[in-house]
């Protein structure tokens, strides 16, 4: 099977549970698959232009009525106003719409005006005039097009246990990668921002040729027939680690914040990255026949430009919330808020499926963003709705894709048992996943001053748990019979590594005598932004400030440069923390920088529960703002509301403190 | 059009927005429209069985997980689990599974082997096999049934604005009709449970009558075709009142709690009835071809056998939430509390209409003992989590529906705009309303103690919005014109009375010289129930407490009983709230009632928030248990996560008491 595609109709919201066939792909080769590939792109995007259209309407809706309860205006409640834009966008949509039709086939005779099918791929609907005999006059009744026949189909239960693979994409993977955007521990993660990128990219690329370089070589020799490009496309999408059961634990147990932040990191950026590199293997596979350089670069720029322009997408989408949450008094009335804080960020995801990028890594970016500045303007119930609901959705989501990978596994009938493939696939992913962990550590530990220990480095390797988007990149196409053993494979990597990793990690943690209960220095530190409100330059800093500046001049610089201007102009200018534009932009810029600053903002008294974390301490060195690290300002402040878990999830939300020797040391 | 036939196919999660045919629906006279209809049906209940079999897997796997985290066992993750249940259920699918197969028919040639196609109805999948020009290899593309083709199809852009009908039913709905349940004030709810079930009862099965009966006259004058039975089906799906708008406005003005909850309490109870009349009349419509006494009595058989067995169902569903929160320390877990919470909720919906009965009315109720029990037994975040998270699907859900609406009204192709039909309507549902209002009001306030006052008469007349409700049964069918019409028109009632009534809510209040900024007295009662920690008969009542007992009296009896039970059995039994079962019930049940009371239980200190809010001053009188209502111990207590809105919603929580003369004479 050369000409891998993604199926990608069916829409965003379109779950077919009553449908008849599940897995629906098509291979495309000739002009007529060629056709029908650019139909389902279209028809994809017609889906989630239309869901956007309606989200939009809801946020101009949240918006409005704000406007509207701000000026205590009565006489239009929120869903008055909803069917008013409402009825103006159907008149629009009536009048201005374009003419993309449908292709219909008329099966058993049709009206002879009716012009006769002559396009190259199949209709998109059929439509079957219907007789019965005692029945004398004919209906007609509409069939929609769902997917080519391989399978056999068996009994109703058991197909109707199987899902249509697109509600993994379009309803269940967005709330779990949004939420793990969201919940991200920032500070650790931007700390480590480097060794992170690495694994996340280099070692996820190198994983993926090393596990398909090792599954075509061996399938080879036992005489297979399976392409280079699905052995590639499986080492893409095998190569998505999903280590919940390991950082369940790692929470439970506290083991170290920077361990936490790695393993963390990576795999919420490898699942970006594998999705993104599956999308580039399958379009470079519909562009060429065999392994050509200039189809190879195509896939490379194609693989940079989506990541890159979904990223833009979500930052953007992101920072738009966080200004309109500044802007505007939404906090007054928590439920516009949180309703408009989920409406943002969905359709980011809907946007960019529309824009034909990766929504996935849209709404990754977007829940860091929305954490990273829009949290801060919320209100306190908002912040709680939001953390709870994604926390919700999230655990809901992830269970209900595991359980669905047991039941699968019976039910449903494009599974393929090949002994070769899985046996190979087993010692394939464990020497990508240790390609990708011990050289790039020993490679970073050469640039890093606290380096990667070796039994964090055995903790990571150990961490590559396949999880919820390996399965659901692997349903999403099993038309031919290579895709369906990488199924069948994926869904065994799946369950054996969530079973027996999950339920190894405690004994891993005391083998590798990875402390535990160790301290998190993250409520340290989240006063120290207090000083910054006196003004700048108010301190100039002591000695231990200097000697920390210096040693933090080893960090990654690309971190260093962003943090600076994130501090001086993101934060001010999207966020009410301190400090405002005032304080950080030259003179010169005053009056926009005033136009830019809201009065809340200026009379914010930066209680913890309102500052946001500073990513960094050396982010208080930057620019005339500096403040000492004396320790008495080191106030230990508990901020459950804050926190990654809210709460929800663990039975104790305060952390036991337990100090440990050399926990400093660890910290990477 | 005379065999009204409900369209239940597309299953409990089966949206089609990718469909190119909307409005999937035939009319069923002949055995081949039995069959079809029957298909329909079976299709639907295996849809919801699917989603009812992953809904029981997550509550498995919630409750396990909770007995592993509670003897600290480690070794298995919720993921874990989710996927070895998965596995377990999968393998009983696939080799248990029954054998009820789809009907396929193969078009354009097919294998000889195959028998040839002979069903009545129209099969539910068609196989194509399809040859292009340039591509000599046939392939078979499957096609799925969508419905009936009546109107022309216009560009795709529009077609894609109209959702498939079932999304109402399966998604939308039931979060909307749960949230009123779950918010129900229910100690003002059920001291005007009297006048709501007469209003809605009586009250809506009149209008419904009056205005099909005025309808079918007029248009039978103007010479139109329309059957009875569509003028009473109209008649039914429009005396759903959805007074939202009202409601909110009520809330903001803090206008007197016992006219909140008659026009809250009918809008909640006319939608459960309204769903089920008009369900009982298609089914009359469809076992008679005119007006016979049996199926009448037949359909009111069905109409009753189908509310009170959802009652149960939902009812029953709510307990078990109950009893599965209170025996288990789910609590300590806020997240999986909150996640089987969900679950529970959104099984009762499945369970009901796989049962073939209305999982709107089922889930209704079951909104309202999860909030008269499992409330109580919750954690605090649990509390503010399943709170939030309803009121937010609610938001959502209802403006989404509104902006459809509005939508719909010129991209929806099953638009009819019949004048004359439109004219009566509107004339038809005001004398609806009015004889719902004024006669019922008059008969009650001849045994009422405390009479309604007319003008609560006018508000109540004035509150009959039309919205959500009436819309989703109006789209469900629109194969005729009479359905068409019927859709048109109700539209257009939900636009006109959204925005006219809505607008005019605040001047029709001051108008009808209705106080706002009412004291709500629920807050002073909040705190009656803690003298009865003292044990029974402690405090064997003032004099002032027997004058209020002879007030009561003349309460209905029904609510009294009723409520006796509850206060001395149901809440004991269900809730961690004091009495328990050793304080009520004989000594001879001790050792039962030791067993169903919980150590949390007899420890509690019975702070507000713990405690629900006894539903009547009456309560207390009652089997010994007797509190004095001392002044003194009307304590003010504002408890902002129990009221309805949770801060959410409106601006000001702590609603300003301005004290307005006659009050207490205005409680009804």
């Known amino acids: 099977m050369a000409g891998g595609w993604r199926r990608r109709g069916g829409g965003a919201l379109a779950i077919s549970i009553a449908s008849v066939l599940h897995s629906v792909t098509a291979k495309t080769s000739t002009g007529s698959d060629i056709e029908l590939d650019e139909r389902y792109l279209i028809t994809h995007r017609i889906d989630s232009l239309n869901i956007l259209l309606y989200t939009f309407l809801l946020i101009l809706t949240v918006v409005t009525i704000w406007i509207f309860k701000y000026r205590r205006a009565r006489y239009l409640h929120e869903t008055g106003l909803a069917v008013i834009y409402g009825l103006i966008v159907g008149a629009i949509l009536r009048y201005t719409g374009d003419s993309t ?22 209709p998109d609907t059929l439509w079957l005039r219907f007789a019965t005999a005692n029945n004398s006059q004919n209906r007609t009744y509409a069939y929609d097009f769902k997917g080519e026949i391989i399978g056999t189909l068996e009994n109703e239960i058991v197909q109707k246990a199987t899902f249509d693979p697109e509600i993994f994409f379009n309803i269940l993977l967005p709330p779990i990668i949004f939420t793990a955007g969201y ?57 998505a680690t999903d280590p919940v ?96 804080f989920v409406l943002m960020s969905y359709s980011t995801f809907l946007m960019a499926e529309a824009a034909e990028l990766t929504g996935i890594v849209a709404v990754l970016f977007c829940g860091i963003c929305q954490a990273h500045y829009t949290y801060n303007n919320l209100s306190g119930e908002s912040r709680l709705a939001t953390k709870t609901l994604f926390e919700l959705l999230n655990f809901l989501s992830e269970n209900f894709i595991f359980s669905y990978i047991g039941v699968s596994m ?58 919820a988007m390996a399965f659901a990149l692997a349903i999403r196409n099993t038309s031919s019979d290579a895709r369906k053993s990488i199924l069948t494979t994926t869904s065994l990597i799946v369950i054996v590594t969530v079973i ?150 663990t039975a104790s939300s305060v952390g036991t403190r337990v100090s440990v020797a050399g926990t400093r040391g660890h910290q990477l």
């Open 410 to 467: 019976f039910t449903f009938d494009h599974h393929k048992w090949d002994v070769a493939f899985i046996c190979i696939a087993f010692v394939a992913i464990i020497v990508g996943r240790f390609i990708n962990i011990y050289p790039l550590s020993f490679i970073l530990n050469i640039g890093r001053r606290p380096k990667i220990p070796v039994n964090f480095m055995n903790m990571l390797f150990f961490s590559g748990l396949r999880g």
């Open 183 to 239: 919940s991200l521990k920032r500070r650790h993660f931007f700390k480590n921002l480097g060794a992170i990128f690495t694994f996340a990219f280099i070692g996820t690329t190198m994983s993926t040729f090393v596990v398909g370089g090792l599954v075509y070589g061996f399938l080879l020799m036992v005489g297979s027939t399976i392409t280079f490009i699905d052995c590639l496309l499986f080492g893409a999408l095998i190569s």
């Open 101 to 122: 039709s449908l292709r219909h086939m008329r099966v058993v005779e049709g009206p002879s005006e009716d012009p006769p099918y002559t396009h190259n791929a199949p």
């Open 500 to 649: 027996l990793c999950g339920g190894l990690t405690t004994q891993v943690l005391s083998w590798l005598g990875i402390p535990v209960d160790v301290e998190d220095d993250e409520t340290h530190h989240l006063n120290q932004f207090r000083p910054i409100r006196n003004g700048p330059g108010s301190e100039e800093g002591g000695s231990s400030a200097d000697a920390i500046d210096a040693a933090k001049f080893e960090k990654a610089w690309l971190f260093r440069i962003w943090s600076q201007f994130d501090i001086k102009f993101m934060k001010p200018f999207l966020t009410n923390s301190r400090p405002t534009l005032l304080d950080t932009t030259p003179l010169c810029c005053a009056p926009l920088a005033r136009l830019l600053t809201t009065t809340e903002q200026l009379t914010r008294d930066g209680d913890p529960l309102n500052d946001d974390l500073p990513l960094d301490d050396s982010l208080l060195c930057t620019g005339g703002v500096r403040t000492s690290l004396d320790p008495t300002n080191k106030q230990s402040v508990t901020n459950p509301v804050y926190e990654g878990d809210l709460g929800l999830g």
């Open 245 to 340: 059961t390991v950082l369940a634990i790692f929470s439970d147990l506290h083991v170290d914040v920077n361990l936490y932040a790695l393993v963390f990191g990576e795999s919420v950026l490898n699942d970006a990255v594998a999705i993104v590199l599956s999308s580039a293997i399958e379009s470079y596979a519909s562009t060429s026949g065999g392994f050509e350089t200039s189809a190879f670069f195509l896939a490379m720029l194609n693989f940079l430009w989506t990541f890159s322009m979904s990223f833009v997408i979500g930052s953007v989408m992101g920072c738009l919330t966080a200004i309109l949450t500044k802007f505007t008094r939404l906090k007054d009335f928590p439920l516009l808020e949180s309703a408009l």
